[in-house]
C-alpha cells in the first residue's frame, strides 16, 4: 500500500503561484508514475501533469505546459506541483495520484491516491 496526503492548497489571487504538496509513504518501490490531477466541479478530473520517477520524464498536457510543474524529492518522498499565473478556470480540487501502469493520462491507471486539496483562484 502508498499513503498519498496532499497539502497546499488555498485561495489566491488570479496570477499567483501556489506549490502543493505530496507526501508519500508505504510501500513506494511498487509504483514508479507520480501525478497530479485535478477535478472542477462538474467536470471530469484530468491529469496536469506526470512523472516517470525511474527515468524522471515529465508530461503535461499542452494547454497547461510552462505554467504546471511537477518535481520529486526522493529523500523525502514528497511530490510537488508548482503552478504559476494561476487563472480562475485553475480552480478544482487537486490530487496526488501513484500506480505503475504506464503513466496514462486516466485516471483508472493509478492505484493510489490521496484525499485532494482545493484550490480557489479568483
Known amino acids: 500500500q502508498v499513503q498519498l496526503v496532499e497539502s497546499g492548497g488555498g485561495s489566491v489571487q488570479a496570477g499567483g503561484s501556489l506549490r502543493l504538496t505530496c507526501t508519500a509513504s508505504?510501500?513506494?518501490?511498487?509504483?514508479?508514475?507520480m501525478a497530479w490531477f485535478r477535478q472542477a466541479t462538474g467536470k471530469e478530473r484530468e491529469r496536469v501533469a506526470v512523472?516517470?520517477?525511474?527515468?524522471?520524464?515529465?508530461n503535461y498536457p499542452a494547454k497547461l505546459k510552462g505554467r504546471f510543474t511537477i518535481s520529486i524529492d526522493s529523500v523525502e518522498n514528497t511530490v510537488y506541483l508548482d503552478i504559476n499565473s494561476l487563472k480562475p478556470e485553475d480552480t478544482a480540487k487537486y490530487y496526488c495520484?501513484?500506480?505503475?501502469?504506464?503513466?496514462?493520462?486516466?485516471?483508472?491507471?493509478?492505484?493510489?491516491w490521496g484525499q485532494g486539496t482545493q484550490v480557489t483562484v479568483s
Open positions: 508505504g510501500r513506494l518501490y511498487s509504483t514508479f508514475c
Open positions: 495520484a501513484a500506480g505503475n501502469r504506464g503513466c496514462t493520462t486516466s485516471r483508472d491507471d493509478y492505484d493510489f
Open positions: 512523472m516517470h520517477t525511474t527515468v524522471g520524464t515529465t
